[in-house]
């Protein structure tokens, strides 16, 4: 069973770090992408990286989040940096579809996500 574990959420003050770790139990031939979803809002894309390393990012966090990815152990990661308060939300990875590499379509059934809380 395709799974996609997230990991490395936790309660930080502004201005601090966090690297998240997202599992996955697929081939690595394939796209990854972040997501959040803040109390009260809709899911939100954050960020995409390609099986050869590239990347593009939504404006909200462009310039402070960095995707990566380790092909080898089958995880993507999100650094996050200056973190805000509006950062607080659950985030959630998944595989995008490859015709919408930037939009909410995804290949699997969202995880469980992982809970990042930025204190002011």
């Known amino acids: 069973q395709v799974q996609l574990v997230e990991s490395g959420g936790g309660l930080v003050q502004a201005g601090a770090s966090l690297r998240l770790s997202c599992a996955a139990s697929i081939s690595s031939n394939n796209p990854l992408a972040w997501y959040r979803q803040a109390p009260g809002k809709q899911r939100e894309w954050l960020g995409y990286?390609?099986?050869?390393?590239?990347?593009n990012y939504a404006d909200s966090v462009k310039g402070r989040f960095t995707i990566s990815r380790d092909n080898a152990k089958n995880t993507m990661y999100l650094q996050m940096n200056s973190l805000k308060p509006e950062d607080t939300a659950v985030y959630y990875c998944n595989v995008p579809v490859t015709w919408d590499l930037s939009g909410m379509r995804t290949v699997l059934p969202w995880g469980q996500g992982t809970q990042v809380t930025v204190s002011s």
């Open positions: 990286i390609t099986t050869g390393g590239t990347t």
